[in-house]
């Protein structure tokens, strides 16, 4: 599907180096009971709604919830 026969409306990123620059990675551990390890790499998916919010994906309250990570590999 990544070819340009799946896509309409096709349109170039505007400021992608800015949007990049602007998100903030962190090390991370995650509370009990949502997994395992420590030192995790990520992004906090409130951060990134401020910067770019299409590649956040939002929980059924309209709440910031997970980071669409598929999504920012587009941007770098």
Do not use: F, Q
């Not at 602007?22 to 997994?35: A, Q, R, S, T």
């Amino acid at each position: 599907t990544s070819s340009a026969r799946y896509k309409t409306n096709i349109r170039a990123i505007k400021n992608e180096s800015e949007i990049i620059y602007k998100l903030k990675p962190v090390l991370y551990d995650p509370k009990e009971g949502l997994g395992e390890g420590r030192d995790i790499p990520g992004l906090i998916a409130e951060d990134v709604y401020e910067v770019a919010p299409t590649l956040v994906l939002m929980n059924e309250n309209n709440v910031p919830e997970n980071v669409a990570y598929s999504s920012l590999h587009a941007l770098i």
